[in-house]
T-cell receptor, first 113, second 110 residues
């Protein structure tokens, strides 16, 4: 158990809809990163939030957006869902903004039909 | 950007034997190299990591080696046990993000 919790664990959406995924970071951690893991692949970096500000972004379109709240929990929002957005979305927290140990949650499995 | 390649994609070993997974990276600025284990239905769990100022690190049955000149690093698991069966990912980073390899599915045969 890493102390990182994500919700929901599974959800099904249809193409064009919008989705919000939530993450509670481990106690004491002020940095949250989001990753997308397609089936059979390694996780791909979406973005990182540090003290409520976006600290870096991977190669994902603007329809992927996020928020971090004062308690360091975070949301990932995806608009205009596409079939290729079907994946496991992983949240990871850490105690520093740079390269260091990430504690991953169990993920939210999104299926887009 | 960073590109991490991982081999092999699948690995089957007899219980008690050793398992070796190899990764190469492209960005010479990368300075942090973690290894994650992911079991079915779970998120990745850090099992060992190494920084660029260290050539080797060991933790019980697990060891990692790093060759900065050749830009490759390896995971070694000795005396494998059935609970070592999982998908293993290597990763590299020099800033705020990890670039992951495609993963190695390790099966330990009893």
């Amino acid at each position: 158990e890493t102390g990182v919790t994500q919700s929901p664990t599974h959800l099904i959406k249809t193409r064009g809809q919008q989705v919000t995924l939530r993450c509670s970071s481990q106690s004491g951690h002020n940095t949250v990163s989001w990753y997308q893991q397609a089936l059979g692949q390694g996780p791909q970096f979406i973005f990182q939030y540090y003290r409520e500000e976006e600290n870096g972004r991977g190669n994902f379109p603007p329809r992927f957006s996020g928020l971090q709240f004062p308690n360091y929990s975070s949301e990932l929002n995806v608009n205009a869902l596409e079939l290729d957005d079907s994946a496991l979305y992983l949240c990871a927290s850490s105690g520093l903004a740079g390269a260091g140990e990430l504690f991953f949650g169990e993920g939210s499995r999104l299926t887009v039909l | 950007g960073e590109n991490v390649e991982q081999h092999p994609s699948t690995l089957s070993v007899q219980e008690g034997d050793s398992a070796v997974i190899k990764c190469t990276y492209s960005d010479s600025a990368s300075n942090y190299f973690p290894w994650y284990k992911q079991e079915l239905g779970k998120g990745p769990q850090l099992i060992i990591d190494i920084r660029s100022n260290v050539g080797e690190k060991k933790d019980q049955r697990i060891a990692v080696t790093l060759n900065k000149t050749a830009k490759h690093f390896s995971l070694h698991i000795t005396e494998t046990q059935p609970e070592d069966s999982a998908v293993y990912f290597c990763a590299a980073s020099n800033d705020y993000k990890l670039s992951f390899g495609a993963g190695t599915t390790v099966t330990v045969r009893a």
